[in-house]
């Protein structure tokens, strides 16, 4: 469906993709500043990521001595990954006015008649996985990602000349 948009109309468009632009600035801004933080194991373990989430600082509480080195390392894996869910969390209730403003923006494909909707062609990032780097989970998916497949193609025979010619390599 497209629209007939006057001068004004356009005009007043950008003036709010303008606005918003300042507004999303100004929220990268503040997301420098989160802090995400998260305590395990009775607060023997606590671990603060920064809005990137990365570590930050990390703090044993009393008693952590009590832990054998796998349980610690464990306790502290846990609340790295807690302490980055958390920050997320914070970055996504920052960020929820923007994705709000922008679902109220007009679309391309309704300004400029035969566009298509790039929003919806935008790629979706995955989430990274969370396991241990040789996990088989990981395998599974550096397997599945070798390449790229492609539907609805022809197969070509490859042709080997049997005779050298200017493209043979010993030439």
């Known amino acids: 469906m497209t629209h007939d948009f006057s001068r004004g109309d356009v005009a007043g468009l950008m003036d709010e993709v303008q606005s918003q632009l300042r507004n999303i600035a100004q929220l990268q801004r503040q997301r ?12 023997r373990v606590t671990v603060s990521v920064n ?10 509480g009393r008693n952590v001595e009590e832990l054998e080195y796998a349980d610690l390392a464990r306790a502290v894996l846990q609340a790295s990954q807690e302490a980055a869910a958390d920050v997320m969390r914070q970055t996504q209730e920052l960020m ?30 995955d989430r ?20 790229m497949t492609f539907d609805n193609v022809e197969t070509v025979e490859q042709v080997i000349p049997k005779k050298p010619g200017v493209t043979d390599s010993g030439w």
Request: charged share 25%.
């Open 32 to 43: 420098t500043a989160l802090v995400g933080k998260a305590t395990v194991r009775g607060g």
């Open 51 to 60: 809005a990137d989430g990365v570590v930050i600082d990390v703090k044993f």
């Open 96 to 125: 929820a006015p923007v994705q709000e403003d922008r679902a109220r923006l007009p679309k391309l494909s309704d300004l400029v008649e035969g566009m298509p909707d790039v929003r919806s062609m935008m790629p979706t990032m």
């Open 128 to 147: 990274a996985p969370q396991s241990k780097p040789d996990a088989p989970d990981r395998a599974a998916a550096a397997a599945a990602d070798q390449g």
